[in-house]
T-cell receptor, first 115, second 117 residues
């Protein structure tokens, strides 16, 4: 089982460049999430999706965009990268959401540096 | 709003020592509580959970009991191993009336554990 696959693992961007972080899951999960993890700051939710064609903002959506055209894929787009977007990005998925029986499956992360 | 507070790390222990990582929370309503673990170079994975007061979650020798009276969910293990070296995250699930079926997790900052042989 591949689970949740994120690419790339590492990336360095220059200020103002754009890129897309890829995320795919093969568990037929309805719910998918993008988090960023800053040192000593825990996890912050960027965007989430409850199914194909449906996305919604999390706590820190500014500077990012997402789309969910299929159940499997949930790419995160960074437009006009800024140093404040230097972080580790995690994609996650779940079947029932994060309710009582919810369980998130995480990808291995993308370490992004904006210089 | 809801929040989770974990003890600061890093925590350094010798193999076979007893582990406690403190976690307290603030929440309205009746949240579910979780411990996630992040091994070096990997994503987070669920370690254990509890959904109501006095529930005990357990997995891989780790335990945590949902204490409503002290709003705590401390993680314990009787004898740690080198392979337990990781970052541990406490989290709660917002169970508010408007949360629907997609209740978002609220995370603590994580506690790094290093176990020496």
């Amino acid at each position: 089982n591949a689970g949740v696959t994120q690419t790339p693992k590492f990336r360095i961007l220059k200020i103002g460049q754009s890129m897309t972080l890829q995320c795919a899951q093969d568990m037929n999960h309805n719910y998918m999430y993008w988090y960023r993890q800053d040192p000593g700051m825990g996890l912050k939710l960027i965007y989430y999706s409850v199914g194909a064609g449906i996305t919604d903002k999390g706590e820190v959506p500014n500077g990012y965009n997402v789309s969910r055209s299929t159940t499997e894929d949930f790419p995160l787009r960074l437009e006009l990268a800024a140093p404040s977007q230097t972080s580790v990005y995690f994609c996650a998925s779940s079947f029932l959401g994060t309710g009582e029986s919810g369980k998130l499956f995480f990808g291995s992360g993308t370490q992004l540096s904006v210089l | 709003g809801d929040s989770v507070t974990q003890m600061e790390g890093p925590v350094t222990l010798s193999e076979e020592a007893f582990l406690t990582i403190n976690c307290t929370y603030t929440a309205t309503g009746y949240p579910s509580l979780f411990w996630y673990v992040q091994y070096p170079g990997e994503g987070l994975q669920l370690l254990l959970k509890a959904t109501k007061a006095d529930d005990k979650g357990s997995n891989k020798g780790f335990e945590a009991t949902y204490r409503k009276e002290t709003t705590s969910f401390h993680l314990e293990k009787g004898s740690v191993q080198v392979s337990d070296s990781a970052v541990y995250f406490c989290a709660l699930s917002d169970e508010g009336e408007n949360a629907g079926n997609n209740r978002k997790l609220i995370w603590g900052l994580g506690t790094s554990l290093a176990v020496n042989p």
